[in-house]
């Protein structure tokens, strides 16, 4: 309620936006059940609607609108590679039950379990915004309320990842091929979608970009999975999935946390542009403080549980494996991207934080700002609370997640699968040592720093070195914290800078604004863009010229379409 207080025009719509949530929630009870394919859809289908209506709310904005349109286009064209493998399936085993498509993918390895697995994946990839088709997530968070938000961080986009294991645990032992596809496919999702969050301006646009780097991390843990079952190694099997779920679980901890950090901002501010923003630490401590935890656990730092999960991904990554040495170089390799993507979490985190809330307020037309509410606290501090936890305590965590990882390891002796399971909860029980060590560290200097060596609170002007017009806006802004890690990437961060630059000896007006924008929607679709208005001006001209050209072409095209649909049919036995 208190993130939506200023949204709500009349009860009316209290009663439609619960409604949805609901819906949601009963949605995923049919897509995380239901076993028959229809079931399944149904599920898939009321959820990705439910979830549209939520993120147009405020449907006045043009912005909003446009958000709007992105996800629902990306998740009906997921829906139709979905469809697509489903319909591949049928012709094989002539039934729409899941278990007997899981069936027939074990027993019949070759072109067609491959055709599948990558329409699946295309689609699931979809739904989770792995990069590059994650254009709608960033758009569709920073449009929504912020709790809508959280719920599509925290579980709505979370049905790709869980519908991607599902189906690797029904196929089978993958080919070598899938688990290498997975891991680099991942590891690029999770590359790019860190450096893109190193250059936003819009703090919930940020947040999203994040959740791409973080599917991609959970991805690069499923793909080891698929390589201990291809090489027959418990442990790898276990780590790597084991990894990945526990990543899906304390991702949903951390992020929705932040995505409350930043609802709270919004509602006091009524902005989250970070250039605009500043000195919140004193205004809103609280909030300051669930943000930071929040970070910290997003960039994988202990003492918090985004570590622990990470590290199991690391330790799958480091497990000796008996293939040869360019295997184990890959891994390794893949091992170093993923350092270097927790180093990027680290710089944005960092870069958000300080601009944010240290400092002073950037624009003094902007309300002077309080503490949110504890209805809104409440929400926060309880994900805090479980980011912690789960930091010192990963065992419980991984308590959450073993049967399903354990059914990764039905065709292995169960001494061997039990050997397995039992070093992983050995490593996370050394993990949560470490972690609560350093929690119990923290705390101890807090309160030598806060009862102990107090200091006398003094106030000092800054010293402007002569200067004697100084202003809030002499301060380091998100661009200029960035500015130098950008550099190398401006192929990637594509880099927008509207100026004015100053003029004569006594200039009035200058302003310089920048903000990174995604190179994929930029030049990727971009190209797609140029070809569609090329065929649409060809079909235009052809309807001027002949209409029964125009009228023949469409006909051919039909018979074409027709055709494939026959020679695919009689192709598959």
């Known amino acids: 309620m208190g993130y939506m207080k200023k949204v709500f025009d009349s009860p009316r719509h209290i009663g439609v936006h619960f409604a949805l949530l609901n819906m949601i929630s009963l949605s995923f009870i049919l897509v995380y059940t239901g076993e028959h394919v229809m079931t399944f859809l149904l599920g898939w289908e009321i959820a990705a609607l439910s979830a549209w209506l939520l993120v147009i709310w405020d449907y006045t904005s043009q912005k909003v609108r446009f958000a709007g349109f992105n996800y629902l286009v990306s998740t009906h064209i997921g829906l139709i590679f979905l469809v697509a493998a489903f319909m591949i399936l049928y012709t094989q085993t002539q039934s729409w039950y899941l278990n007997d498509f899981g069936d027939w993918m074990s027993l019949h390895p070759g072109k067609v379990r491959n055709t599948v697995f990558l329409l699946l994946v295309t689609s699931f990839a979809l739904k989770s915004a792995f990069f590059p088709f994650h254009s709608w997530l960033p758009r569709a968070h920073a449009a929504a309320p912020a709790h809508v938000s959280a719920l599509m961080s925290g579980v709505i986009h979370k049905a790709g990842l869980y519908a991607l294991v599902h189906f690797l645990m029904l196929s089978g032992t993958p080919d070598e091929w899938m688990g290498w596809f997975l891991i680099g496919f991942s590891a690029t999702s999770a590359l790019v979608g860190g450096l893109y969050t190193v250059g936003q301006r819009d703090l919930k646009r940020l947040l999203g970009y994040s959740s791409t780097e973080n599917v991609g991390i959970a991805g690069i843990g499923f793909g080891v999975g698929c390589l201990g079952l291809t090489w027959n190694m418990p442990l790898l099997v276990a780590l790597g999935f084991g990894g990945g779920l526990l990543h899906v679980l304390n991702h949903a901890f951390f992020k929705c946390q932040l995505f409350y950090a930043a609802g709270c901002v919004y509602q006091v501010k009524h902005v989250i542009d970070i250039e605009r923003l500043g000195g919140l630490f004193k205004l809103m401590p609280v909030t300051a403080m669930c943000f930071i935890i929040g970070g910290v656990a997003i960039s994988a730092l202990p003492p918090f549980n985004g570590f622990a999960s990470e590290f199991m991904i690391y330790s799958g990554l480091f497990t000796d494996n008996p293939i040869n040495l360019w295997a184990k170089l890959t891994l390794v390799l893949v091992a170093a991207a993923l350092a270097f993507v927790g180093a990027v979490s680290a710089l944005s985190i960092t870069r958000a934080f300080g601009v944010v809330f240290l400092g002073s307020a950037r624009d003094t037309t902007l309300p002077e700002g309080h503490e949110a509410s504890r209805w809104m606290l409440a929400p926060m501090g309880i994900h805090a609370f479980g980011t912690v936890l789960l930091g010192v305590a990963p065992t419980l965590g991984f308590a959450m997640v073993a049967a399903p990882t354990a059914l990764f390891l039905h065709s292995v002796p169960d001494v061997f699968a039990l050997e397995a399971l039992q070093s992983v909860v050995s490593l996370l029980t050394r993990i949560g040592a470490i972690s609560g060590a350093l929690v119990l560290t923290l705390l101890a200097l807090l309160w030598l720093k806060s009862y102990v060596f107090r200091p006398h609170p003094q106030r000092h002007a ?112």
């Open 462 to 573: 800054t010293w402007g070195c002569g200067y004697s017009a100084a202003n809030t806006r002499m301060q380091y802004t998100g661009a200029s914290f960035s500015s130098d890690f950008s550099k190398p990437f401006k192929n990637v961060m594509v880099l927008l800078k509207r100026q004015k630059p100053p003029k004569g000896y006594f200039p009035t007006d200058s302003y310089v604004i920048t903000d990174c924008v995604d190179a994929v929607e930029r030049r990727l679709f971009a190209v797609i863009g140029h070809g569609d208005e090329s065929a649409s001006e060809l079909s235009r001209q052809l309807r001027e010229d002949d209409p029964r050209l125009a009228f023949a072409g469409a006909l051919v095209g039909l018979v074409v379409i027709a055709a494939l649909v026959v020679l695919a049919e009689g192709a598959l036995p």
